[in-house]
């Protein structure tokens, strides 16, 4: 049986952990070319080594996606490399709780740059090439998924900034979804419940002991879960299109 997406090339962004690392390899599996982008170049060149040496094809672009200029530089590496570009994946992102009286507002900025901006600079750029694999490409569709959370569905105290990004997020991708729909690139946005990974790390201790500590979802989601929802989105046949998946823990309320 031929992989669906063989033939095409990927760019999973967040991929040195989780569920951009997860993604990358379900990609992969599925017959993509994948590029991985993230800061830290001793793990994405891992995860490229561990792709190849499973039958996949894989290529680092380590760069800083808050900066506009290496975002931009980092679709044009791929597209250099491969040729093409079929498939973008949006999926860096922080999360860092506090309350918005007492929370350092270079913590705001740190969330807006990363799940925000570093976003929309890798979408504005990959979107030529995108077009062009619907016009011209074997699938004849081409593929953004978002990666937000159900923090872009309900707001919690505690949660307002990475709320606002989320929210954003989710509003960002349903008008684009509807400027570009009609050229068959499809935009998807995956929002995940409580996933084990390293976002809750970036938090200070009293927030990561306040969650640790939390027994409110016995039974987290693996970043697996999220590579395979974000599969199904990009392997689904060209006349149909997912504009929203809500993925939860069964334990999760």
Known sequence: ??????????LVTGASSGIGDATARALAVQGASVAVVARRKDRLHTLVAEIEAAGGTAYAVPADITDRSQAEQAVAEVVNQFGQLDILINNAGLMLLGTVTDQEVDEWERMIAINQNGLLYMTKAALPHLFAAAREGVREVA???????????????????????????????????????????????????????????????????????????????????????????????????????????????
């Open 1 to 10: 049986m031929t992989a669906k997406l063989a033939g095409t090339v990927a």
């Open 143 to 253: 593929d953004i998924v978002n990666i937000s959370s159900i923090a872009g569905r309900q707001a919690w105290a505690n949660y307002g900034i990475y709320n606002m990004t989320k929210f954003g997020v989710n509003g960002f991708s349903e008008a684009l979804r509807q400027e570009i729909t009609k050229k068959y690139v499809r935009v998807g946005v995956l929002e995940p419940g409580a996933v084990a990974t390293e976002l809750i790390s970036h938090n200070n201790k009293t927030v990561r002991n306040e969650l640790s500590a939390s027994d409110a979802v016995p039974e987290w989601l693996q970043p697996e879960d999220i590579a395979d929802s974000v599969a199904f989105m990009v392997t689904r046949p060209r006349r149909s299109s997912i504009p929203e998946l809500w993925t939860m823990p069964t334990s999760q309320v």
